[in-house]
């Protein structure tokens, strides 16, 4: 039986299982005060020793989900709002069902072909987050910017255009492949 990782912030029962830990086992763990049942399939570790991310808490209760909107603009430093809550985006046939309280994590129900686009996967030593790649960020706050705000659209797009490794043609493909090219292009055309 392998010890638990202090610097893993969730495990699923599977890797518990995968680790030697029977069920009987993990039930002790959490009486012990060691692990926290967040739901069906995932605990997390209460010795954990590494640095608090929302993200992380967010890919436990959304194990599907990814993070998106202005949350991921921020992640990647598009914007000086801070929000509140975590965006994250999951399919429309999915469901969650259960949240935390704490950080509060705001549900996007995005179809198939917009979530399949532009995914990364974030790693933090054994931990790790899905979000969604910049231009792809870029293409959804324009694609919801009634949602969003036309001000922080607006912000979004100007820092993601003073970047040096902006890939203009990856954020026109996402936006020809979402259908909504003409939009982005406008904006394109009105800040450059």
Known sequence: MTALAENKKFITTGELR?????YYRIGKLVEEG???RVNRSTYENLTYKGDEND???AEAFVPDGVICLMSAARY???TNFLPDVVDVAIERKKKVNTLPEWPEIKIFYFDQSRMNLGVVEIRDGD???HIFDIEKTVVDIIYYRNKIGIEETAEVLRNYLRRKDRQIDRLYSYAKSLRCERIVRTYLEVLV
């Open 34 to 36: 060691i692990l926290s």
């Open 55 to 57: 993200f992380f808490s």
């Open 18 to 22: 995968e680790m030697g830990y029977s």
């Open 127 to 129: 931990n790790r987050f």
């Open 76 to 78: 990647y430093e598009l």
